[in-house]
């Protein structure tokens, strides 16, 4: 599965570490996961929502995604790895998941190829998109079930 980081989300993360503000301003206490369908590839140059297209929202999705706090609720402690020579942050693994009530998830139209994590902003449609997860095919649910996407890993890996 191909997942990666966008450069606007590599320079929010430096941002947000070296200079303890975000775009200027407070650094985040909130962070989202939204679903995208394949109808546009996440890649490196991918800025914000808007450049990709979302799955329908409704029946237990909402437009942007689902939130995740900042803290060890929805994220476990970070951890240095020698072995593998990297840092990591990764999500509790209930952390991100939408149950479909009323209809199936997505409501309508294509089903969801791509998770993202996505920085925050009202206009869920402008929130700067930080990175992908490739779901490994199109990813739909009835009503009842849920879609979950367990242990979202962030690596700090030395360059090659």
């Given amino acids: 599965m191909a997942s990666g980081y966008t450069n606007r989300g590599k320079m929010r993360m430096l941002e947000i570490v070296f200079t303890g503000l ?10 989202f996961v939204g679903l995208c369908t394949d109808a546009d590839t996440p890649s490196v140059t991918t800025n914000v929502l808007s450049d990709l297209t979302e799955i329908t ?50 409501s309508a139209g294509d089903p969801a190829r791509w998770g993202v994590l996505l920085g925050p902003n009202a206009v869920a449609a402008d929130r700067e998109v930080f990175g992908w997860i490739d779901l490994g095919g199109e990813v739909s649910t009835t009503v009842g079930l849920t879609i979950t996407i367990n242990g979202i890993r962030i690596d700090a890996t030395e360059p090659v």
Wanted: net charge negative; charged share 20%; glycine share 16%.
């Fill in 22 to 31: 975000y775009k200027g301003g407070a650094v985040p206490t909130q962070f």
């Fill in 57 to 106: 929202a409704g029946n237990g999705y909402i437009a942007g995604g689902v939130d995740l706090q900042v803290g060890l609720v929805d994220f476990q402690a970070t951890v240095e790895d020698d072995v593998d020579d990297q840092g990591e942050q990764e999500t509790t693994d209930d952390a991100v998941q939408w149950t479909a009530a009323g209809g199936p998830v997505p």
